[in-house]
Every structure is written in structure tokens, then in C-alpha cells.
């Protein structure tokens, strides 16, 4: 039997009763039992609930004919509260803008903040810095911001990374042909528990990769000086970096340490000093996100093979991606400047 449709001057049901059947709907039920309960027609509990789902309201819209473009009014306002806001969401600005009145899709709003020079993106993730580390940041910044590129070539920058063995393939795409689903080579290989990390410690300068080392227990401070003794120096000489080139390290305990300290006296080494809390002046950093979309792409099964993956992967990235990178050095002391 063909459900009931009110004719289009029916009078309109009540916000109330809109609330209730999308309160329903997100509980779980039917469209024939909201409909049966609240004795409302099937269309009408599908054009609400259609409605809710585009325009995440359930009051009243602009009724007949295309949605209206925005007004500038509109259009100034949008732009007000991203600036306001930056992490406003898209839902959020559309049911600002259905309550001003103006019935707007998200693409008319997003190609209206577009048009404004702003765009979305994911936000960087940066450490909590307090007033003494913003001003020693600051003062670091500002003191290596004329740096010679002879100076930065000397240096040989180093840092510490986890990977995880299925930490990036959260999806893939595939062509294959129907019925092949679950063909071997369709597939993405995949563990219980995601099948755990490793620790690395690796060192790069304008002229390349360094050594990559596995850090198999937790990092102490005899543990670094030992990475150091093995090889610091002989990554300085890999990449020919000469005996008066510059370490750079973080500031991490084990590294200021007074073991630590007292190594690199012993063996002279000319330490960069480094602010605290300052890993994206690293430019190491991006180098980490090259190797980790490189391995994962190779979706290596236990972590000797993720750890065999990893130091192949360091051999091949490229010297101009090394030499890039400190280019942008200057760069970064004035983002931070």
C-alpha cells in the first residue's frame, strides 16, 4: 500500500516532532516504526531525516527552488568566524549560516572561504612551550638565522624516531576485478595488535644519510654514549663532513647528561646548543616521514624485516632531499621569528 503524502500547503509538523523522529532515527530505528509511532507519513519521516543528515538541523529552510547562493553579508560572516575560530568545522558554518536565514551547501561555503585565501588543512601538532622556552627559542632563532652555508654544511644532525611495523596502510587502494577481494595480491598483510614498533636513531647532513641504528631496549644514557662511540664519527666521515664538523642534538636528559657531556669533551665534538621543546626546527623530522612512507610501502611482516626495511630505505633517500632540507634552515628561524 502506497504511503499518504500531504499536499505541499499541509501544515507544517511541529519543531518538536521533527526532533523526535530524528532522535529515533539516530537510536536506531526504522523509518516504518517512527512512522508507525508517531503516526507521521513515510515521506515526511524521510524528508526530515534527509534533511538532518545534509544540513545537520531539523528547523525550517528556505522552501522552494535551488539553494540560494550567499549573500555577501553572508559570505563576510562565514569568513568572520573561521577567523575567529580556525577549527570551526564545515557542519558548524552551515548551521550558522541556516540560522542567519541562508540555505547553503558546505561546497558553496567552502568555495566561499576558498575564495577568501583560506583553505582547510590538517593541524600541525607542536609542543606546549612556556614563556622561558618561547623567549630561548626566540633568542636561538634569531642568533643562527644568518648562519653561512658553509656552517650549515658542517652540520651533522641527529634524532631518535619510533615506527610502527602497520602504522601508516589505514587504507589502500587496489584495482582488481569483482569476485578477487581476497586475492593474495589484493590484500594488505595484517596482525593482531598491530605488531609493535622500533626505536631508531639516525644522523643526516647536507650531503646525506648517515648512520641508522635500533634502539632494542629502552634508551639510558651509557646506551647513547655507546651509539655516539659507534658511530658518530663514523658517519662525520661517510659524508665527509671533516673533523670540524657540528653535532647537532636534542635536549633530551640523557643527551645533556654529564656522561654524555663528558664524551663528546673527550672527543671534542662541537655540539649545536639546541632550545628545548623545538623538534620541528629539526629538519630531520621530515626525513623520519620519508622513511616511514617509504618502509610502509613495502609492508614488511615481523620487525626484523621492518628494521631491514628501514636501514635499506635510509641508504636511498635521496642527497638532494638531505640538501634540500638544509636549505630551508633559515627558513624555519624566520617562521619562528
Known amino acids: 500500500m502506497s504511503e499518504h503524502k500531504p499536499s505541499m500547503k499541509s501544515k507544517e509538523l511541529s519543531v518538536d516532532l521533527r526532533d523526535r523522529i530524528v532522535s529515533r532515527h539516530k537510536s536506531g530505528e526504522g523509518y516504518r516504526k517512527i512512522c508507525a509511532a508517531l ?13 538532518w543528515k545534509e544540513f545537520e538541523t531539523t528547523r525550517a529552510l528556505p522552501r522552494a527552488g535551488r539553494p540560494s547562493k550567499l549573500s555577501d553579508s553572508g559570505r563576510r560572516a562565514l569568513v568572520r568566524e573561521v577567523t575567529k575560530n580556525p577549527m570551526v ?25 576558498h575564495q577568501s585565501g583560506l583553505y582547510g588543512r590538517v593541524a ?6 612556556s614563556k622561558r622556552h618561547m623567549a630561548a627559542f626566540l633568542e636561538f632563532a634569531k642568533r643562527h638565522l644568518k648562519d653561512s652555508q658553509t656552517m650549515r654544511k658542517k652540520i651533522l644532525w641527529s634524532d631518535e624516531t619510533k615506527i610502527e611495523l602497520f602504522g601508516v596502510n589505514a587504507r589502500r587502494h587496489v584495482w582488481r576485478k ?24 639516525g644522523c643526516f647532513s647536507v650531503a646525506g644519510t648517515g648512520r641508522l641504528v635500533r634502539i632494542k ?5 651509557a646506551m647513547y654514549r655507546d651509539i655516539l662511540d659507534e658511530n658518530l664519527f663514523q658517519s662525520a666521515l661517510d659524508l665527509r663532513l671533516g673533523r670540524q664538523f657540528v653535532f647537532q642534538q636534542d635536549n633530551d636528559p640523557k643527551q645533556t647528561a654529564k656522561i654524555s657531556k663528558e664524551w663528546l669533551q673527550d672527543n671534542s665534538v662541537n655540539v649545536l646548543e639546541w632550545p628545548s621543546h623545538s623538534p620541528d626546527l629539526n629538519p630531520i623530522e621530515h626525513l623520519w616521514r620519508d622513511l616511514k612512507m617509504a618502509v610502509h610501502r613495502r609492508f614488511p611482516s615481523n620487525l626484523m624485516e621492518l628494521e631491514r626495511c628501514c636501514k635499506e630505505e635510509w641508504a636511498k633517500l635521496a642527497k638532494d632531499r638531505c640538501a634540500q632540507l638544509v636549505a630551508s634552515y633559515s627558513k624555519r628561524f624566520e617562521t619562528v621569528i
Open 124 to 129: 600541525r601538532r607542536k609542543p606546549l612551550l
Open 217 to 221: 631496549e629502552k634508551m639510558t644514557t
Open 39 to 51: 503516526k507521521v507519513p513515510m515521506s515526511t519521516v524521510a524528508s526530515i531525516i534527509h534533511k
Open 178 to 201: 569483482p569476485g578477487t577481494a581476497h586475492h593474495q595480491a589484493n590484500t594488505i598483510p595484517t596482525v593482531k595488535y598491530g605488531g609493535g614498533s622500533i626505536m631508531l636513531w
Open 89 to 113: 568545522t564545515l557542519s558548524e558554518l552551515q548551521r550558522s549560516s541556516v540560522e542567519r536565514g541562508e540555505l547553503s551547501r558546505r561546497t558553496t561555503i567552502s568555495a566561499a572561504i
